[in-house]
C-alpha cells in the first residue's frame, strides 16, 4: 500500500490537470448514509423506487418525506478529513475539476470551488409547472410536499433515475475526464451511469486511473492503482506527501 500510496502521489505531482469523481462513501464519514450497502436504505424502500419521477407522480408526499429525512440528516452533518483533502488538491493542481454524484453540499462546505454537480443538490427546489429554482435550507419542511407559490408542486432540483443530466454538468464532467492526467474515483459504486464511465474516458485518454474505496467495484480490474480503505483516512495521506502551498 505504501508503495502504491508513494506512485499515486508521484503521478499527482507531475500532473497538470486532475480531475476527481466522487459517491456516496465520500460523505459516508460524516454520517450520511451511502445509497447500496449497509444502512443504505429509508425504511424498506430502495432508492430506485423513491428517486424517480413516476415515485413523484404516484406519491409527492413519500418522496417529499425521503428527502425531508435526508436534508436533517445533511444539514446536521459536517465534511470530514476526505472532503477537506480534496479541497486542498484543488489548490495544489493547475488545472482541477472535483466532478460529484453527492447532492449534500459537502464539497462547498469544505471549501471546493470547482465543482461540477453532476446529481444536483438537496438545497435547490425545482418548479413542476414553470422550472424555477430557489435555494431552500428549511429543515424540516413545514409543509409536504412544498408548493411554488405559483401552486404547483416543488420537487428537489436533482436528476431522478430515468432523467436526463444537465447538459451543461454532462459536458463539464466529459471534458475534464478527457483532459486529465490524473483521475481519482472514490467512494463511489460505480454503477451508475453516465458517471461511471467517466474513469473509463479518462483512462482511454491516457490518464492514471486511482480508485479509492474499502470495496472493489466494477471498476476495479480497470484502474491503474486500487487503494483500498476509507476516503477520511488515505485522501489525508496522499496530500501529507504533495508539497505544502
Ligand atoms: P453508493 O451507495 O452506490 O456507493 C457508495 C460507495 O462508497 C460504495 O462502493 C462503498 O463501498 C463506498 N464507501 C463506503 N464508505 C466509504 C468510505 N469511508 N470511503 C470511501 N468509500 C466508501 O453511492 P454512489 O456510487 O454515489 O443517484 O451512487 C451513485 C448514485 O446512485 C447516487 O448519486 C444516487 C444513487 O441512486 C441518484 O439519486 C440519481
Redesign the pocket.
Known amino acids: 500500500m505504501d508503495l502504491l500510496l508513494a506512485l499515486v502521489g508521484e503521478r499527482l505531482k507531475a500532473a497538470t490537470s486532475v480531475a476527481v469523481l466522487t459517491?456516496?462513501?465520500?460523505s459516508?464519514?460524516s454520517g450520511i448514509p451511502?445509497?447500496?450497502?449497509p444502512g443504505?436504505l429509508w425504511k424498506s424502500y430502495r432508492?430506485?423506487e423513491l428517486?424517480t419521477p413516476e415515485a413523484f407522480r404516484r406519491d409527492a408526499r413519500l418522496v417529499w418525506e425521503w428527502y425531508d429525512w435526508r436534508r436533517q440528516k445533511i444539514a446536521q452533518a459536517s465534511p470530514n478529513p476526505?472532503h477537506y483533502a480534496l479541497a486542498a488538491l484543488e489548490r495544489l493542481a493547475p488545472a482541477f475539476t472535483l466532478i460529484t454524484?453527492?447532492i449534500d453540499g459537502l464539497h462547498q462546505k469544505a471549501g471546493s470551488e470547482r465543482i461540477v454537480e453532476l446529481?444536483g443538490c438537496i438545497w435547490r427546489l425545482r418548479c413542476e409547472a414553470d422550472g424555477t429554482v430557489r435555494e431552500n435550507r428549511e429543515v424540516p419542511l413545514s409543509i409536504l410536499p412544498p408548493r411554488c407559490p405559483c401552486g404547483s408542486l416543488l420537487r428537489p432540483d436533482?436528476?431522478?433515475?430515468g432523467e436526463p443530466l444537465s447538459s451543461e454538468a454532462q459536458a463539464g464532467a466529459f471534458a475534464a475526464a478527457e483532459s486529465a492526467d490524473v483521475f481519482l474515483t472514490?467512494?463511489?459504486?460505480?454503477?451508475?451511469q453516465p458517471?461511471a464511465s467517466l474513469p473509463l474516458v479518462a483512462k482511454r485518454r491516457g490518464a492514471f486511473v486511482v480508485e479509492?474505496?474499502?470495496?472493489s467495484?466494477p471498476l476495479t480490474p480497470s484502474v491503474d492503482a486500487s487503494l483500498q480503505g476509507?476516503?477520511?483516512s488515505i485522501l489525508p495521506e496522499i496530500l501529507s506527501l504533495l508539497p505544502k502551498v
Open positions: 459517491g456516496a462513501g465520500v459516508a464519514e451511502t445509497f447500496r450497502g443504505g432508492p430506485e428517486a476526505a454524484q453527492n446529481h436533482v436528476v431522478w433515475f472514490v467512494g463511489t459504486s460505480a454503477v451508475v458517471a479509492i474505496n474499502p470495496f467495484t476509507r476516503a477520511g
